[in-house]
């Protein structure tokens, strides 16, 4: 556990590592293209490895430098040379969505599986979309969760219908594979599709690397024989990861600026700037950064269905706001690496702050708090949001802080660094 120190306004600026949502779409773009590719900005986390370490499982050339935070791709041109594998995924809801999807263009047999928590994550929309394209496919465990079979024998093309209301990487996961299928491919999405900035950047990278996707309202098509083609690719530092320190300076009225992120960025969750604008922080956003300067908050009611890997960073923010501040449109956040509702709220009670729990999300009331040992969950963004509080308030201990390996394993060394600048 480590024990946070609380800061005077912390003042600086800092580059969050590469964006894991960016790193696994270009590697498996870069798996499947065409030709080699280079890769720069990679993440090194537990997602990235696993994700890596299952694509060289499928025969797939993959070199990373993690020192460099670079990788070079040999791509399979969409024909997978391995006829049987068995992938560990951890609890990387990434590459179980995105990977059940590529195996089906295999030929062979497929096992994926993770850690306990990831076999009470739900896939099963997924295998319902897969199997309507005539893939055989399971997810064998209850409620439709990991460990996942697929026996493939190459991805058709037609239509298929998938819901969107769990998990925008069930849609992700099928347009990645989709310039494979063996004919063009549509895919219509039954119900409200959340987090549509993740879709938006899974098309936009797909686009990058050749392919050919487009979208019309929850309709989707994707033609086939348009395959991806290597080249050199950047990717972006993590705009989630970027929350945490744009939320430092909320809660210290500190002035932080974080390098390397635009409004214009592919990463949906830079809009969490716009979220802390309304709460009374001023923003400034330049060419290549953008900076937050804290002010004195005000509560907000705020929908956060587009940018939901960021209401655990706005949950502890709130607590030292004038006023409440109410969550909505995160439904589907109870489904993640834990339930980012009912567990959130748990811990903001801990350090006592008062919250009403609603099925879509919270409403925050600030309240005197006190010192709390936070439990994590192992979920990495409940660790490195709710370290932030300890900024402002004593005695904020944070248990398995190593639980950020998943995503950022130096965020508390990049959090002490940025506070100790001052």
């Not at 025969?59 to 992938?87: F, M, N, W, Y």
């Not at 607590?319 to 690496?337: D, M, Q, W």
Request: net charge negative; hydrophobic share 40%; with cysteine.
């Amino acid at each position: 556990q480590i024990e946070i120190q609380p800061s005077g306004p912390i003042r600086g600026s800092i580059r969050p590592p590469g964006s894991k949502s960016l790193t696994n779409r270009a590697l498996v773009c870069a798996a499947l293209a065409e030709g080699a590719t280079e890769l720069s900005g990679v993440l090194e986390s537990e997602d990235t490895h696993v994700m890596i370490e299952s694509l060289k499982r499928l025969g797939i050339d993959v070199r990373h430098d993690a020192q460099k935070c670079t990788a070079e791709v040999v791509g399979c041109g969409g024909r997978l040379p391995a006829s049987e594998a068995e992938l560990f995924v951890a609890n990387s809801g990434t590459t179980i969505r995105f990977l059940a999807a590529l195996v089906a263009l295999g030929h062979g047999s497929f096992r994926l599986d993770g850690v306990a928590r990831m076999r009470e994550r739900p896939i099963g929309d997924l295998i319902d979309a897969l199997r309507q394209l005539g893939v055989s496919a399971e997810a064998e465990s209850p409620g439709g969760c990991p460990p996942v079979v697929v026996q493939a024998a190459g991805l058709p093309g037609g239509v298929t219908m998938v819901r969107g209301d769990v998990s925008s990487q069930f849609l992700s996961g099928l347009l990645l594979a989709a310039p494979y299928a063996e004919s063009d491919l549509t895919i219509d999405v039954v119900g409200d599709l959340v987090s549509r900035p993740y879709i938006e950047m899974t098309l936009a990278v797909m686009r990058q690397f050749g392919a050919s996707a487009e979208s019309s309202g929850n309709t989707f098509h994707v033609r086939a024989g348009r395959s991806y083609r290597g080249l050199s690719y950047e990717i972006e530092p993590d705009a989630s990861a970027a929350s945490y320190f744009w939320g430092a300076a909320a809660v210290t009225q500190g002035r932080v600026t974080v390098e390397g992120l635009t409004p214009g960025a592919l990463q949906g969750d830079v809009g969490f700037v716009d979220v802390l604008e309304q709460m009374g922080c001023l923003v400034e956003r330049g060419g290549d950064s953008i900076t937050v300067e804290g002010r004195p908050l005000k509560g907000i009611d705020v929908d956060m269905n587009s940018i939901s890997d960021t209401v655990q960073t706005l949950a502890p923010i709130a607590l030292f706001a004038e006023g409440p501040t109410r969550i909505r449109g995160v439904a589907h956040n109870r489904h993640k690496e834990t339930d980012r509702i009912g567990d959130l709220a748990t811990e903001l009670r801990r350090m006592g702050g008062e919250v009403e729990e609603h099925e879509d999300g919270l409403t925050i009331h600030p309240r005197p708090l006190r010192p709390a040992v936070i439990e994590t969950y192992s979920d990495h963004r409940m660790a490195m949001a709710l370290a932030l509080a300890g900024l402002r308030q004593k005695g904020i201990v944070i248990r398995d802080p190593g639980c950020t390996v998943k995503t950022y394993p130096r965020y508390f060394d990049d959090l002490a660094r940025l506070a100790r600048s001052n």
